[in-house]
């Protein structure tokens, strides 16, 4: 009995302390489950508030981020942790116990260790990157106007070189090179990658004010993961996405006027008089005008095709998000129109990007863009043609003929050049329009824990037409009229597809040891046709282009196809030990359907290592040191930047006349070369990081060397082979340099803040081999331009002008006995052997390469106000200006300059610098065409005003800033063309630093807001 009552004791003991546990487990879980609606602030250690700092509940995807006081709203289980970060932060946690108001004062870390910044397919901790890449801050060019990517990245990154081929024309080209010119023949532009989708080719259609940041892969150890396409650099361009649990609408607007910055000073009509009359005096001959005042002032021609130009954008932005969804949606509209009559562009843009966690193990997003591109082109040559018609010539006469030199020289006789109009040729209708779509879909897994797998599929598709029609009696040229009226329309279209599908293992070992690895296999198709009408001699003008069945002369249509294909594995493995050794290597196998049979596949390695010697202990007790790092990298990458068909046998079609009828035959256009391959780059950089005083003072120090070999060149064959080159992988050049960043914190207070960026690069360009020539001499603009061993591609080679001969004496000693005084003087080269200027008398008279280009920029905030200036430059180079036969001969067939005509040699005004007046003058091309392409621009200064927080709480708004902006305030250069970084043809890498003033540089003023909500 007494067991029996024991054994009950304990029982009833054992259930009530089982009770017990689990009464106090429910209440202990319930307490953990309670959700409590918590609010707070956070602030700087100068107490000024933080917005955009991100908080989220630990392990979870559940976040917001504080608005522009600094303040925040979260739902959060009580007892979980909130996480605080902010780039320039320290991370804070926070452990939630009640719903009293949270304070969180967020520490400087200088050395932004858990800055995250993209590489190619993933992303790393700033600290942990090996190669040389560069975070480019977009935030610090948002707020100012950019018309394009390329415009945003302009001097703000070392060893970017960026020139515009037209100016300030809208749309025109950009040429962008990075560490110089890999190539000959082959395209030398970086691979642009847009959320994922790598070989955009059009900027123009991407808007800059989606982007969130922009990082530069510059060295063979961050470009070697794109193989084949990372010869020339890597620009990988990521676009906003939206912020969970806040939603938010922005608008940004500006507008403003832009003017020609600099004009060409020519003669007036009296003066134009005075100087042909004088011309012409100078060679025995009768003046043609008797009273030249009679002229008066004239056509100016530059203010009949100059204007005041608008330039507007408009942006309306909405993101936000909830636990596991986030959304950005952006709509745009931009419009330019150009400085010079007949010329200007437009955008219209929309932008959805998504993703959201749909399971707790697989996310799925989307990045799309749609944008209706309009490209107004006035004719390239009506600016080069205002220079050199005469101003006695008006715009039109009564009867409605269009005033020209050819007129002129009807109406008094003379040897005027030109019958083109400048203003008729601003009058074509001549544009494109351009429908642009990117777009990508992906699904991210994760497998198992630390392996994650992600499929992505892409497009670039791009439909374009250009509209093309100059009305009867309009000139199209500088010697031809259209008869009747000229038409065409040609349409294009551009589709790439792209699949990738990469695998990810990260994993962080006892904090001491952290991998990372990435395998992956893509692919790649490309397909691209056009197809081109066109008719002329119209009854009427007023179809256009819009029915060109109505032209009575129908010309020849055209259409053509072709595509090619992209296969490639890639693997990268990221190492780091003890948060202070850091190792990389890459390996990219790439296959190309452009190349021959057996040589379609590539193999692309590359390795590095670094070592953050901050982290050492003996290092922790020097202070100042913030941040100490040792980086170096080699690695191969390649070019595959020809036409599709290059290895195979190509046809084309011909016309021929038989028997009075037009025939139409097939005949061999270019070589096969089964053997064509890979061009292949390598590359070889040591760096330094080094911080000071918490980053207060931050430095970046690479040299680079790079080798390309098997260039895909040109080669001259025989003609009896029926061609003149074909392609084969001959030759070789080498690029190296040096590159240097400075960023400081000058001033930095609660009321003052001053920060500067200084960037410097210098590359030294050099041809190694030639496949066996010395020297190949290629004919541009009259002139030379020289590709020979042990010298810089695209030097100008010309005649040497080495003075003005001043009396009959001279000309007597010299190798140009039928000059006479005032003639340019030639250096002879030969004069044991000859006694002639030829050929053979040509030298290397100008370098277009520059011997450094820098960025500077300083930005300075007090209080609400905030000021930005931005300066770059270009120091070394020389530029050969082809303006000189049209401006500055003065032989009295064009205007010209006033200089050249004041200032002509005489016997009274016995000039060594400028030569005499007279209609036989020598046209030759030589370095007097050569000038001094330094520069230094005042490119953009911009100051602003945010209006108060407490003040904007009141009008419930998030951001309320103004600003006032002034783009190429002003330049410092002895050049006398229009731009000093004008390059005529575009993204030639021989033919560079050629400018013939196609168009303007623009001053720009813009006034414009920024707002949120």
């Known amino acids: 009995m007494k067991n029996a009552c024991n054994k009950q004791k304990k029982s009833s003991l054992f259930l009530f302390t089982l009770i017990t546990a689990i009464v106090m487990s429910c209440l202990s879980l319930s307490a953990q489950n309670t959700i409590l609606s918590l609010r707070g602030k956070v602030t700087d250690t100068s107490g000024n508030d933080l917005p955009g700092v991100n908080v989220v509940v630990k392990n979870s995807s559940n976040g917001t981020s504080t608005d522009t006081n600094g303040e925040f709203h979260i739902q959060a289980p009580q007892n979980s942790v909130l996480v605080f970060s902010f780039i320039g932060m320290k991370t804070k946690e926070y452990k939630v116990k009640s719903t009293q108001p949270i304070q969180i004062i967020l520490e400087e870390d200088g050395i932004l260790m858990d800055e995250v910044i993209a590489v190619g397919y993933g992303s790393m901790r700033k600290s942990d990157i090996t190669g040389s890449i560069v975070s480019f801050q977009v935030k610090d060019v948002a707020e100012r106007p950019n018309a394009s990517v390329e415009q945003m990245l302009q001097g703000k990154v070392a060893g970017v070189q960026i020139s515009s081929g037209f100016g300030a024309k809208p749309g025109a080209e950009m040429n962008v090179r990075v560490r110089g010119t890999n190539s000959i023949n082959t395209g030398a532009t970086p691979l642009y990658v847009i959320d994922g989708i790598a070989g955009v080719g059009d900027l123009s259609t991407v808007n800059p004010y989606d982007i969130e940041s922009i990082e530069v892969l510059k060295d063979a150890s961050a470009t070697a993961i794109y193989g084949a396409?990372?010869?020339?650099?890597?620009?990988?361009?990521?676009?906003?996405?939206?912020?969970t649990d806040k939603f938010q609408i922005s608008f940004d607007a500006y507008a403003g006027a832009q003017s020609v910055l600099k004009r060409m000073d020519l003669l007036d009509a009296t003066e134009f008089a005075n100087y042909s009359n004088d011309v012409r005096k100078a060679d025995g001959l009768t003046p043609l005008f008797s009273n030249p005042g009679s002229f008066g002032k004239g056509t100016d021609w530059q203010d009949e095709i100059f204007r005041t130009a608008a330039v507007q954008n408009y942006q309306l932005s909405l993101s936000g998000g909830g636990n596991n969804t986030r959304y950005y949606l952006s709509g745009s509209y931009f419009s330019q129109d150009g400085v010079v009559v007949g010329s200007g562009q437009n955008r219209?843009?929309?932008?959805?990007?998504?993703?959201?966690?749909?399971?707790?193990?697989?996310?799925?997003?989307?990045?799309?863009?749609?944008?209706?591109?309009?490209?107004?082109?006035?004719?390239?040559?009506?600016?080069?043609?205002?220079?050199?018609?005469?101003?006695?010539?008006?715009?039109?006469?009564?009867?409605?003929?269009?005033?020209?030199?050819?007129?002129?020289?009807?109406?008094?006789?003379?040897?005027?050049?030109?019958?083109?109009?400048?203003?008729?040729?601003?009058?074509?209708?001549?544009?494109?329009?351009?429908?642009?779509?990117?777009?990508?879909?992906?699904?991210?897994?994760?497998?198992?824990?630390?392996?994650?797998?992600?499929?992505?599929?892409?497009?670039?598709?791009?439909?374009?037409?250009?509209?093309?029609?100059v009305a009867d009696g309009y000139p199209t040229s500088n010697t031809a009229f259209s008869v009747g009226g000229d038409a065409s329309l040609s349409s294009s279209r551009f589709v790439a597809w792209q699949n990738e599908n990469t695998l990810t293992y990260k994993k962080n070992i006892n904090n001491l040891h952290m991998l990372d690895l990435m395998a992956g296999i893509s692919f790649r198709k490309v397909t691209s046709e056009s197809m081109t009408a066109a008719a002329s001699n119209f009854v009427d003008d007023y179809f256009k282009f819009n029915n060109l069945g109505l032209g009575q002369t129908q010309k020849p249509a055209a259409s053509s196809y072709e595509d090619n294909a992209l296969n490639s594995y890639f693997l990268r493995l990221n190492y780091v030990y003890n948060d202070k050794y850091l190792f990389t290597f890459t390996s990219r196998i790439d296959g190309s359907s452009k190349f021959g049979a057996g040589n379609k596949y590539g193999f692309f390695p590359s390795g590095a290592v670094a070592y953050r010697l901050s982290q050492e202990p003996f290092m922790q007790e020097i202070k100042q040191i913030s941040n100490l790092k040792l980086r170096a990298s080699i690695g191969a990458t390649g070019n595959q930047e020809i036409d599709s068909y290059s290895s195979l046998a190509q046809m084309s079609g011909n016309n021929y006349v038989l028997g009075g009828d037009r025939v139409v035959g097939?005949?061999?256009?270019?070589?096969?070369?089964?053997?064509?391959?890979?061009?292949?780059?390598?590359?070889?950089?040591?760096?330094?990081?080094?911080?000071?005083?918490?980053?207060?003072i931050s430095m970046i120090f690479d040299y680079y060397y790079k080798k390309t070999t098997d260039l895909l060149l040109k080669r001259e064959i025989p003609y009896t082979s029926g061609f003149e080159t074909c392609y084969e992988n001959i030759g070789a050049v080498s690029n190296k340099g040096i590159e240097f960043t400075l960023n400081t914190h000058n001033i930095k207070s609660k009321d003052f803040n001053w920060t500067s960026s200084f960037n410097i690069s210098m590359n030294r360009n050099k041809v190694l081999d030639l496949g066996g020539a010395n020297e190949i001499i290629t004919t541009v603009s009259r002139g030379g331009?020289?590709?020979?061993?042990?010298?810089?591609?695209?030097?100008?080679?010309?005649?040497?002008?080495?003075?003005?001969?001043?009396?009959?004496?001279?000309?007597?000693?010299?190798?140009?006995?039928?000059?006479?005084?005032?003639?340019?003087?030639?250096?002879?080269?030969?004069?044991?052997?000859?006694?002639?200027?030829?050929?053979?008398?040509?030298?290397?008279?100008?370098?277009?390469?520059?011997?450094?280009?820098?960025?500077?920029?300083?930005?300075?905030?007090?209080?609400?106000?905030?000021?930005?200036?931005?300066?770059?430059?270009?120091?070394?180079?020389?530029?050969?200006?082809?303006?000189?036969?049209?401006?500055?001969?003065?032989?009295?067939?064009?205007?010209?300059?006033?200089?050249?005509?004041?200032?002509?040699?005489?016997?009274?005004?016995?000039?060594?610098?400028?030569?005499?007046?007279?209609?036989?003058?020598?046209p030759r091309s030589s370095s007097l065409r050569i000038e001094s392409g330094s520069f230094l621009r005042f490119k953009n200064i911009t100051v602003g005003y945010t209006f108060n927080p407490k003040l904007l709480k009141k009008m419930h708004m998030d951001k309320l800033r103004i600003y006032l902006n002034i783009e190429n305030l002003h330049v410092f250069t002895k050049y006398s063309g229009y731009d000093p970084q004008a390059n005529r043809y575009g993204n030639s890498n021989q033919f560079l630093g050629y400018d013939r003033n196609w168009y303007p540089q623009a001053r720009t003023v813009t006034g414009g807001i920024s707002l949120a909500f």
């Open 229 to 243: 396409r990372g010869a020339n650099g890597v620009i990988l361009i990521t676009t906003k996405q939206g912020v």
């Open 348 to 469: 219209l843009s929309v932008r959805l990007n998504m993703d959201s966690q749909v399971k707790k193990w697989l996310k799925v997003g989307l990045n799309a863009s749609v944008s209706e591109y309009y490209l107004d082109s006035d004719n390239s040559n009506a600016v080069v043609i205002a220079n050199m018609t005469t101003p006695i010539a008006p715009v039109k006469y009564e009867d409605g003929t269009w005033g020209s030199n050819a007129t002129v020289a009807k109406e008094y006789g003379g040897p005027f050049y030109g019958s083109g109009n400048p203003y008729a040729l601003t009058q074509f209708d001549e544009y494109r329009r351009k429908t642009h779509l990117i777009s990508n879909v992906y699904l991210e897994g994760e497998i198992i824990k630390d392996l994650k797998l992600k499929v992505s599929m892409g497009a670039d598709i791009a439909h374009g037409k250009n509209y093309y029609y």
């Open 666 to 696: 097939i005949s061999p256009t270019s070589v096969a070369n089964p053997d064509l391959r890979w061009e292949k780059t390598t590359q070889f950089d040591l760096g330094i990081d080094f911080g000071l005083f918490d980053e207060r």
């Open 785 to 922: 331009n020289l590709l020979r061993v042990g010298e810089p591609m695209g030097l100008f080679y010309d005649y040497k002008a080495i003075g003005i001969f001043q009396n009959e004496d001279e000309i007597r000693n010299s190798a140009q006995p039928n000059a006479v005084p005032g003639d340019v003087k030639y250096l002879n080269l030969n004069p044991e052997t000859d006694n002639i200027i030829n050929q053979d008398d040509r030298v290397i008279v100008g370098n277009p390469h520059p011997k450094f280009i820098y960025g500077f920029t300083n930005s300075f905030q007090w209080k609400d106000f905030d000021l930005s200036i931005f300066i770059d430059g270009s120091y070394g180079n020389d530029i050969m200006n082809e303006s000189y036969i049209d401006t500055q001969l003065p032989n009295g067939t064009t205007n010209c300059l006033r200089d050249v005509y004041y200032n002509a040699w005489t016997p009274e005004n016995p000039s060594t610098t400028h030569q005499r007046l007279g209609a036989s003058l020598d």
